[in-house]
């Protein structure tokens, strides 16, 4: 199980994929949790959850420690699978309890009240493309496979070639 969840094959695609989901989430993460780049805040953003959403609190804060932890992770490449998931969750949420109703593009003249959901569409294949393939090159999963591997006597690239991950 360990060493499927930290399998990658060092394919620097889905390095880039990972890399940028990461940087994007992180900065979303960082406006909800943090107040960075003129976010509300924790305590702002788990009330508007609350009172606006009907989401409960520790829901709410669990998709906030999605959003920036999952990115942070996605960033250096640490448990990969595991942050990507938690990102899609919240995308599935978000384009159902909130997106869907407001059709399939983003609102980039102000003449809706909400943006559609192709935003959480291309996330989530984003995290889908993470997850069944791994965190890539440069990522900590990628060392501590190797380092798992090493001391379960299993070796390393076999079966592992581009379009053959098992």
């Known amino acids: 199980m360990l060493t499927w969840l930290l399998g990658t094959d060092g394919d620097w695609v889905i390095t ?10 992180f900065a979303h993460g960082a406006q909800k949790a943090l107040g960075w780049f003129g976010g509300a805040g924790l305590q702002n953003t788990v009330r508007v ?15 906030i420690a999605a959003e920036f932890l999952g990115g942070l992770g996605l ?14 969750v919240v995308m599935v949420v978000a384009l159902i309890a909130v997106h869907g109703k407001f059709g399939f593009f983003m609102n980039w003249y102000g003449e ?11 996330v989530l294949a984003l995290a889908l493309a993470v997850m069944i393939r791994g965190a890539g090159a440069l990522s900590l999963d990628q060392v501590l496979y190797q380092h798992v591997s090493a001391q379960n ?14």
């Open 16 to 25: 880039i994929v990972r890399i940028v989901l990461g940087v994007v989430f």
């Open 49 to 63: 959850f609350r009172e606006q959403l009907q989401i409960p609190a520790p829901l709410a804060v669990l998709s």
């Open 75 to 88: 960033i250096v490449g640490l448990l990969s699978r595991i942050a990507a998931f938690g990102i899609a």
């Open 112 to 122: 809706k009240k909400g943006h559609g959901i192709e935003y959480h569409i291309l």
């Open 153 to 166: 006597g299993v070796t390393v690239g076999v079966g592992t070639e581009r379009g053959q991950w098992q």
